[in-house]
């Protein structure tokens, strides 16, 4: 069982940077798979980053490519999602999940945060 957190959400304007964490709980977070998720309204959950269990691995959205980061601390049972040159179409809750399995199908993730709001806007 892993619960996990999400933190770090709020309203930013155009162009800024945020930083959401994921904090999980359960000794055996190095163990999952992690992803990054936003929903906005009217929209499907769209998958936008996720890093295999021990970090090596990393694959985004295109959406999203070359603006955010993925990052884990095993250590910590943290993961990170460094957000830059924010758009308004960024706009949404985040969510971050665990899964066994280090792939973009969003039902092989198990666990799922409560998520966190991101506004864009000037």
Do not use: H
Request: with cysteine; proline share 2%; hydrophobic share 35%.
């Amino acid at each position: 069982q892993v619960q996990l957190v999400e933190s770090g959400g709020g309203l930013v304007q155009p162009g800024d940077s945020l930083r959401l964490s994921c904090a999980a709980s359960g000794r055996t977070f190095s163990t999952y798979a992690m992803a990054w998720f936003r929903q906005a309204p009217g929209n499907d959950r769209e998958l936008l980053a996720r890093i295999s269990s021990p970090g090596a691995n990393t694959a985004y959205a295109d959406s999203v490519e070359g603006r955010f980061t993925i990052s884990r601390d095993n250590a910590q049972n943290t993961v990170y999602l460094q957000m830059d040159a924010l758009r308004s179409e960024d706009t949404g809750v985040y969510y971050c999940a665990a899964g066994k399995w280090y792939t973009d199908y969003i039902g092989s993730y198990e666990y799922w945060g409560q998520g966190t709001q991101v506004t864009v806007s000037s």
